[in-house]
């Protein structure tokens, strides 16, 4: 039996399908040139694809992390409980 933090594995599971699907829709809606632009569109169409690289290095970076936070979960150990058996004091009759 794999002891497992599920706070951690289901975090780090959200963090690796947000970051992948991010990055599909940013792969699917990535900014393409025409012939003949002029030289203003041409630098807002290379500041744009800029601006898509950039994103999809921060959702690469996230799901990265997220993949980290599953390993992570795979090697945490819950806390014990301090003192582990309970003992219990029966009062005097009186």
Known sequence: MVLVDKKILVSGIVMVAFGLA????????????????????ALDL????????????????????GFLLILIS???RRKRKEGGVKTIEKKPAT
Not at 22 to 30: E, G, H, K, M
């Open 22 to 41: 991010i990055t599909v829709y940013l792969d699917a809606t990535s900014p393409a040139g025409r012939s003949g632009m002029t030289e203003e569109e």
């Open 46 to 65: 290379l500041e744009a694809q800029q601006q898509n690289q950039d994103m999809r290095l921060l959702s690469g970076i996230v799901a990265g992390i």
């Open 74 to 76: 795979f090697g945490a």
